[in-house]
């Protein structure tokens, strides 16, 4: 059965860092690429950042870059994003993401509200 868990979110106050975790499990994690979202209320769903099976290849939403990292745990089957200098924009559910070819899996979302 694939699970993708994600875990990390929280308040926080604008400048301030959280680190979200998504752990997998059902799926050989090492050939997939992994990717998060985030959806705001009233907002379509976007992408934040991804990482390809090689930790190496990573792209990043214009509205992250510098400030969020994206990382990949193969033995641990875990994909990591640091956020840093968090923005009241950044307030959103934050889903990590697998694909293979044309097959996709979503965790069940972890929301991020950044405020005072």
């Known amino acids: 059965q694939v699970q993708l868990v994600e875990s990390g979110g929280g308040l926080v106050q604008p400048g301030g860092s959280l680190r979200l975790s998504c752990v997998a499990s059902g799926f050989t994690f090492n050939i997939w690429a992994m990717s998060w979202y985030r959806q705001a209320p009233g907002k379509e769903r976007e992408l934040v950042a991804a990482?390809?099976?090689?930790?190496?290849?990573?792209n990043y939403a214009d509205s992250v870059k510098g400030r969020f990292t994206i990382s990949r745990d193969n033995a641990k089957q875990t994909v990591n994003l640091q956020m840093n200098n968090l923005k009241p924009d950044d307030t959103a559910v934050y889903y990590c993401r697998a694909q293979f070819l044309r097959t996709t899996y979503w965790g069940q979302g972890t929301q991020v509200t950044v405020s005072s």
């Open positions: 990482i390809g099976i090689a930790s190496s290849s990573t």
